[in-house]
């Protein structure tokens, strides 16, 4: 399984950004899917997960949940995060994550999920 994460940048506080998540297929049968990110000094920290078996299950960090978006890109094998009004609080190394999906209750745990990809950092300057 192999997670090929995207779209991270210097932004400005106030502006939006959208991170990506390429996965195979074959994860996204399998898998669900989380965002956490990790500032400098400071633990991984959840930020959303989706579900699809069954219909579409997502959760969130509360304190994104107003901002954040979990999302899966259509058909293709792409998880989605939208973020909007970006915070300087918000600069970080974002990953996503693949968690099986008879796991889906220790969502909010990264050391319950079985692959990461490689993070792409997201700066947003006040």
């Known amino acids: 399984v192999q997670l090929q994460a995207s779209g991270g940048g210097l932004v400005q506080a106030g502006d939006s950004l959208r991170l990506s998540c390429a996965a195979s297929?074959?994860?996204?049968?399998?898998?669900?899917m989380g965002w956490f990110r990790q500032a400098p000094g400071k633990e991984r920290e959840f930020l959303a997960a989706?579900?699809?078996?069954?219909?579409?299950?997502?959760i969130y960090k509360e304190s994104v949940r107003d901002r954040f978006t979990i999302s899966k890109d259509g058909d293709s094998s792409t998880v989605l995060l939208q973020m909007n009004n970006l915070k300087p609080e918000d600069t970080a190394v974002y990953f996503c994550?693949?968690?099986?999906?008879?796991?889906?209750?220790?969502?909010?745990?990264?050391?319950?999920?079985?692959?990461w990809g490689q993070g792409t950092l997201v700066t947003v300057s006040s």
């Open positions: 994550a693949a968690i099986s999906t008879t796991k889906w209750r220790y969502v909010r745990f990264s050391g319950k999920y079985d692959y």
């Open positions: 297929a074959r994860t996204l049968s399998d898998y669900d």
């Open positions: 989706i579900n699809w078996s069954g219909g579409v299950l997502t």
